[in-house]
């Protein structure tokens, strides 16, 4: 039975950092693409980042570029989502999942694609 479980979200000051953990049983997560996505109140689920299991490339989405970070740790079998300089727009619940195509392309960073997810963590940027 695969689970993924989100770990590390939380309450955050304007300009502060968080880093977000996807722990996998089940699953191998080096053999996956990873793909992390958020939703805030009333609006719909979008996706934030992923990383590719073929060649190791990443995408991120352009509200993000530049501050978020995806990696993984195969060793763990974890992947983690470092946030930084965090701005009160980055609200929300954000989720992790696997996508077998093992690719990672702006176009396939959709919930369509995705396989398996987590129950999210609730991040909150506010002061």
């Known amino acids: 039975q695969v689970q993924l479980v989100e770990s590390g979200g939380g309450l955050v000051q304007p300009g502060g950092s968080l880093r977000l953990s996807c722990s996998a049983s089940?699953?191998?997560?080096?053999?996956?693409?990873i793909g992390w996505f958020r939703q805030a109140p009333g609006k719909e689920r979008e996706g934030v980042s992923c990383?590719?299991?073929?060649?190791?490339?990443?995408y991120y989405a352009d509200a993000v570029k530049g501050r978020f970070t995806i990696s993984r740790d195969n060793a763990k079998n974890t992947a983690y989502l470092q946030m930084n300089s965090l701005k009160p727009e980055d609200t929300a619940v954000y989720y992790c999942?696997?996508?077998?195509?093992?690719?990672?392309?702006?176009?396939?960073?959709?919930?369509?694609?995705?396989?398996?997810w987590g129950q999210g963590t609730q991040v909150t940027v506010s002061s």
């Open positions: 089940g699953v191998i997560l080096n053999y996956d693409t």
């Open positions: 999942a696997t996508d077998v195509s093992k690719i990672c392309r702006p176009d396939t960073l959709d919930i369509i694609y995705y396989d398996y």
């Open positions: 990383v590719s299991s073929r060649d190791g490339s990443t």
